[in-house]
């Protein structure tokens, strides 16, 4: 494997999702590439911050085998992408090392937010999955030329990361202040009629913020992103991820999504 693919492996590599014989190459390279080294410790790190976000939970003997089909079909996915020329949204130029970094922490985010599911589907107390908690009218999808002027906005900052199914991808874009915030989500797949997506914040380690739904959108135009406003009254940068999930449309906002969220941007960090 190539030094990109190598790379690429560092998020199933801390979470032991190799197999024997990627672990081994990876190994060998991992010993003679101190920037490789220097980026598991980042992953690993920020994986050990994140995870603190659930309650500790015995997993269920399926679930780490789970994951390795899941990284597995993912490896397959993106192998299969670069293979042929794919058409991206402009996005600003940036530092690769950091949009590895970006990347790994769009897979952390993906892994609490499936997490976080788990925990409130199995629980042994009654479940309070899914559960309507309030009214909610679909948000209406911000134009396109709005979003680009937002995102060219020097006060703005952005993150995108791509999703469970192919093509999809997301990026958020706030403002400074943390008071203003969009989300764009490319190649969303297709859902019933009685279905809508639902967006979902993920709480920071240590805030008083609980995972929590803002919005409810329905995609009509497969040609152009869905673009939506988050609806804010505290700053998003008191939250790690931005997530998308695919709910029953019955007007409700709930406490917590009913499947895997198929999308989790982590949110774009402070500029110092």
């Known amino acids: 494997m190539n030094k990109d693919e190598l790379q690429a492996l560092i998020p199933a590599y801390t979470l032991g999702a190799l197999d024997a014989n990627e672990y081994a190459e990876f190994e060998a390279w991992l010993m003679s590439d101190p920037e490789a080294q220097s980026l598991v410790a980042e992953y690993q790190a920020l994986a050990d911050s994140l995870v603190l976000l659930t309650p500790a939970r015995h997993a269920p003997p399926h679930l780490g085998d789970d994951l390795r089909r899941r990284l597995a079909a993912d490896r397959q996915r993106r ?19 950091l949009e590895f970094v ?22 042994d107390t009654p479940s309070q999955e899914n559960t309507p908690v309030s009214v909610a009218e679909l948000s209406p999808l911000v134009p396109v030329e709005m979003f680009e002027a ?13 999703g469970e199914m192919e093509g ?9 202040d943390g008071m203003t915030a969009m989300v764009a989500m490319w190649s ?33 135009n497969d040609d152009e992103p869905a673009i939506i406003e988050i609806p804010l009254d505290e700053p998003l940068h008191h939250y790690a991820a931005v997530g998308v999930s695919i709910e029953k449309r019955d007007g409700q906002h709930h406490t917590a999504p009913s499947d895997d969220p198929i999308l989790g941007v982590p949110v774009p960090s402070i500029p110092t």
Do not use: C, Y
Not at 85 to 92: D, G, I
Not at 102 to 120: H, K
């Open 79 to 97: 192998t299969t992408m670069q293979a042929r020329p794919v058409m991206r949204p402009r996005l600003r130029k940036r530092n690769r090392k």
């Open 102 to 123: 970006g990347a790994v922490m769009a897979a952390v985010a993906a892994i609490v937010l499936a997490i976080g599911v788990f925990i409130l589907s199995d629980d």
């Open 150 to 162: 937002f995102d060219e906005d020097p006060d703005t900052n952005d993150n995108s990361a791509t």
């Open 168 to 176: 999809l991808w997301g990026k958020v874009v706030v403002t400074s």
């Open 188 to 220: 969303l797949p297709e859902i019933a009629t009685d279905e809508a997506f639902e967006v979902w914040l993920v709480p920071e380690e240590g805030s008083d913020s609980q995972m929590r739904s803002v919005s409810l959108f329905v995609d009509t």
